[in-house]
């Protein structure tokens, strides 16, 4: 049976990350991912999370099955952080995912169940997995304009221009809640409330991908955008990653959350999402959703954590500035300001293909083939050889 099937291609993003780990050049760089990296150039364990798993190693008594909707006191804690008060918990269900990708995969089977024939509209560009995800689950994907001309900012009256003339009642939309990947372009709180305007009057249900929450301007300023949905829908889904803001990568942390017009409706849709888990997962591992409940649980902890999540936002955007300044001294093929009106650890460099290409024969400087750069991963160390060698692409 399977003498003749052909190679896939290799993924995009993590399939060009597992090139550069097995590239022997020594001065090689890495900016694929959308991975954290500290000053040392580590993806490192956060301090709250060393400390709640000493807590856990001591205190943990069991590795039974979590139940299908996950840890209890995690979906609370991540449901309450990605709507803060802007809806009562008691409209929300939430069930523990392995990881974003997993809670988009769930909320896309959800959808694919029980409203067949349901389409999802998605930003030109977005993640890369996105549509995959969507299309496994039997949802047509669309795509609206969502970068202006200049590539470097937001194009919304297009944007709002295509759902009003070709979205229909019942559609979704899946919007980045903040940090947008790849491009890192996000939507300020006036161009939110005219989307939430939009997408209530034609009847889309909102998906939001959360994968950042903390990376943009803080954990609560990041959730600008669903609060202006909130404000305009009763019904969405939420689709959060715990991965990125805990650092909690290999421990598949995510969650999604479903915003019910009532307390009833949501236990409802709660049965309908186990249903939707059971036949994928079964249920969620345990480990990395103790570990951001002891956290989000003990306020010394979380203040210590979000002080944390600070400081990688911080790092990052330092490293945009700095790499911006070398740029200006180094080329004036390009004007890099645009990176510093981006938000998160994803710019959209407008590198072409053939000069990501180019740095990564010549230069072992991994990007993404869109031109997506993983900020994060700049360092005070490898920031003027890289500087150089994309200075160099460009002549
Ligand atoms: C990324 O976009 O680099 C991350 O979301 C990781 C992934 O799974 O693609």
């Known amino acids: 049976m399977f003498d003749h099937l052909p190679t896939a291609p290799a993924d995009p993003i993590l399939g060009l990350s597992q090139a550069f780990r097995a590239d022997p050049r020594s001065d090689k760089i890495d900016l694929t991912v959308g991975v954290y990296k500290d000053e040392t150039g580590a993806t490192p364990i956060l301090k709250s999370v060393k400390e709640a798993e000493k807590r856990l190693l001591e205190q943990e008594t069991t590795k039974g099955y979590l139940p299908i909707e996950g840890l209890p006191e995690f979906n609370r804690a991540v449901a309450a952080m990605a709507v803060q008060n802007a809806v009562s918990l008691d409209r929300t269900a939430t069930v523990q995912s392995p990881g974003g990708t997993g809670a988009c995969r769930v909320a896309a089977d959800f959808v694919g169940r029980h409203f067949p024939g349901t389409r999802i509209w998605l930003s030109n560009p977005t993640w890369v997995n996105h549509q995959s995800i969507f299309e496994a689950a039997g949802i047509k994907a669309l795509v609206h304009p969502y970068l202006a001309a200049d590539k470097v900012s937001l194009d919304l009256s297009a944007m709002l221009e295509t759902l009003k003339k070709d979205a229909k009642p019942g559609d979704m939309i899946c919007l980045h809640a903040c940090c947008h990947n790849p491009t890192g372009i996000d939507p300020d709180a006036a161009a939110w409330e005219q989307i939430a305007e939009v997408t209530a009057s034609k ?5 939001v991908d959360f994968a950042y929450q903390g990376f943009g301007d803080g954990l609560v300023e990041d959730t600008v955008g669903v609060q202006a949905l909130l404000k305009k829908h009763e019904e969405l889904l939420i689709c959060s990653s715990l991965s990125k803001n805990f650092g909690l990568y290999s421990e598949r942390v995510g969650a999604m959350t479903l915003v019910a017009k009532s307390p009833a409706a949501a236990t409802a849709a709660l049965s309908q999402l186990k249903a939707a888990v059971r036949c994928n997962y079964s249920n969620p591992p345990r480990h990395g959703a103790s570990v951001v409940a002891t956290v989000l649980g003990d306020a010394d902890l979380r203040r210590q954590w979000e002080a944390e999540v600070n400081g990688m936002r911080n790092r990052i955007h330092t490293m ?54 993983n900020v994060a991963g700049m360092t005070e160390k490898n920031l003027p050889v890289l500087a150089e060698a994309i200075a160099e692409s460009l002549s």
């Not at 009847?203 to 998906?207: A, E, R, S, V």
């Not at 001294?329 to 990176?339: A, C, E, Q, S």
């Open 203 to 207: 009847g889309i249900l909102p998906l």
């Open 320 to 373: 945009r500035e700095k790499f911006v300044a070398l740029m200006t001294k180094l080329t004036d093929k390009r004007d890099f300001r645009f990176l510093l009106k981006q938000k998160g650890m994803f710019s959209y460099s407008g590198l072409t293909p053939m000069q990501v290409d180019w740095l990564k024969q010549n230069k072992a400087l991994y990007i993404v083939g869109s031109g997506r750069i």
